[in-house]
């Protein structure tokens, strides 16, 4: 598997990086257009907003109290509320309020991720996560409400090699991809060959596997986003398995999604 970059350290910096041109381009949308600008499901800019700081509050809380987020995860699974209880609910908070919540949250995850060993084991929606996997969690988090923004709003947003972190998150919870949905988990070796947004290639598995994607890395990232149908994006898919994985499979851990927010999916495979 070829990396761009390794480490806790590398990866705080990207999502930082991240987090940085998400809130550039978010000062500049006029506060009016905050409540009542939608964008992809109809969500406003405010939607956006509150849901990377709720989650940022939630991978806090899974580190500083794992009981008290695994008891709200449960009840947010089933059917309960969306963040923990000592959560403050967003309500109509004006656009500068939201931007320093996030701005808080951001700052609180740096603090609980930045000494927190890669390996240690956290509690998460309807699984467990180790700490390196969690925190690179929120980068593809954070690419995908900017892409959704940016779209909505008609502003640049060009893909850069942080996409390595969401390709790599996606390889690596293939297997729970199909887990998650009570399939079998495929044993068949399986390979991805993506064009960086910088022109390197990145790889990961096995050289010469049968099963294999391979195509531009920001077209993979927008299908495991669910940003895109996989019949809307030129990846070349070779495999019957590689195809069951792109119609279900997505760069976040966790429990599925409902059926009913499932894209219908139409893979052609090679």
Not at 240 to 257: F, H, N, S
């Amino acid at each position: 598997m070829t990396a761009p970059t390794s480490g806790a350290g590398e990866l705080l910096a990207d999502l930082l990086d991240e987090r940085a041109r998400l809130l550039e381009l978010l000062r500049a949308v006029p506060e009016a257009d905050w409540r009542t600008r939608p964008s992809t499901g109809g969500w406003t800019v405010a939607d956006h907003v509150i849901q990377l700081a709720l989650l940022d509050e939630a991978a806090c809380l899974a580190v500083t109290a794992p009981q008290r987020f695994a008891t709200h995860a449960r009840a947010r699974l089933g059917g309960g509320p969306s963040a923990p209880g000592d959560i403050d609910a967003p309500g109509s908070r004006p656009a500068p309020s939201l931007l320093r919540w996030l701005g808080r949250t951001q700052c609180a995850l740096v603090n609980a991720y930045r000494t927190l060993d890669s390996d240690h084991r956290l509690p998460w929606y309807g699984t467990e996560l180790d700490a390196g996997t969690a925190l690179a969690a929120r980068l593809p988090e954070t690419w995908a409400h900017g892409w959704d923004l940016a779209e909505a709003l008609g502003a640049d947003w060009p893909a850069t090699d942080r996409l390595w972190h969401v390709a790599d998150l996606g390889f690596r919870t293939l297997g729970a991809s199909f887990e998650l949905l009570g399939r079998p988990v495929p044993t068949v070796p399986v390979r991805i060959a993506l064009t960086a947004p910088g022109g390197a290639l990145w790889t990961w598995g096995r050289e010469h596997a049968r099963d294999e994607v391979t195509g531009a890395a920001e077209d993979l990232c927008l299908v495991l986003t669910g940003r895109r149908d996989i019949a809307e994006v030129p990846l070349r898919v070779t495999g019957a398995v590689v195809g069951e994985w792109l119609a279900i499979g997505r760069a976040y851990p966790g429990a599925p999604d409902a059926p009913a927010t499932r894209r219908a999916t139409r893979v052609r495979v090679f």
